[in-house]
């Protein structure tokens, strides 16, 4: 997969498994997105060690000439480790990275990019078309993303919109298998008395916000200026696994108005990246 994206993207490795993560680094990282340097100091120290095994692990790449430097690498690595903060606490830091442990390998671009796509109707009809992509996570392959939009994440935070907790958590989603909206549970969870009905209880809770969510958003569109479009990006409407998506990142870079909104959508994220802790 590597090799064809260097082809096609004429990319640039750069290999950050020898950084050493000085003090000024790091703290210029926290500055850089409020939302992180907001954390408790045991947070932000879990979060630091995380970072620090994740670079040792990923390759980055800069697209058509970009150069990734140590800081535009951290600016990832620690965006990506904070869904894994509370969700394997007591877990070494690689051991806590197994959630990722399917790819090697991050491409940034400067900013969007152009995605050919090809869907089939239900005539059969094959219909071509370009989407602008700011991130993608492919299932067992790479990750994909802007660094326009990864740079921006301490501003765009109050909207809920995060690109890179977006993308890693559909590598969370697709740990188990395809992206679906369900991430792996364990037996227990929720009470559930095994994995496959905790699988369904998650399902039909999360199930029912997609539809409310959908509703809602659909309304918006249909009565525009009557009926206020939810706060949410709207474009977790699409699936159940974009819906999961989209409200992870808002769960992490604004979970005060995600829970305001939404608390049912709120303690189910609980649940699950917060199993041993109180709401963030």
């Not at 491409?107 to 991130?135: C, I, N």
């Not at 604004?254 to 802790?277: C, K, Y």
Request: charged share 20%; proline share 6%.
């Amino acid at each position: 997969m590597l090799s064809w994206l260097r082809r096609k993207f004429n990319l640039t490795a750069t290999r950050t498994d020898g950084l050493r993560l000085a003090d000024e680094l790091w703290l210029g990282t926290l500055a850089a997105y409020p939302f992180l340097e907001t954390l408790d100091p045991a947070a932000r120290g879990r979060l630091r060690e995380l970072s620090m095994a994740f670079l040792r692990e990923k390759e980055f790449h800069g697209a058509a000439g970009l150069a990734v430097t140590d800081s535009m690498a951290l600016a990832v690595a620690a965006q990506a480790c904070l869904p894994l903060v509370w969700l394997t606490p007591a877990a070494p830091p690689m051991a806590a990275l197994q959630w990722y442990d399917d790819f090697v390998g991050i491409v940034l671009h400067r900013g969007e990019v152009l995605a050919r796509r090809e869907v089939t109707d239900e005539s059969g009809v094959v219909h071509h078309y370009r989407e602008a992509l700011t991130g993608e996570a492919m299932d067992g392959g790479p990750v994909m993303l802007s660094w326009s939009d990864v740079a921006n994440a301490g501003a765009t935070a109050e909207e809920g919109y995060n690109v890179v907790i977006h993308e890693f958590a559909h590598k969370i989603d697709m740990r188990d298998g395809e992206a679906d909206g369900c991430p792996p549970l364990p037996s227990g969870f929720l009470g559930s008395t095994s994995a496959s009905q905790a699988r369904t209880l998650w399902l039909s809770r999360l199930q029912a916000e997609y539809d409310r969510f959908s509703d809602r958003v659909a309304a918006a569109q249909r009565f525009a200026g009557l009926v206020e479009m939810p706060w949410m990006d709207p474009y977790a409407a699409q699936a159940p696994s974009e819906f999961f998506a989209v409200a992870v990142e808002a769960y992490f870079v604004n979970p005060r108005r995600l829970a305001d909104e939404s608390p049912g959508l709120h303690n189910l994220l609980d649940s699950f990246f917060r199993p041993a802790e109180g709401p963030i």
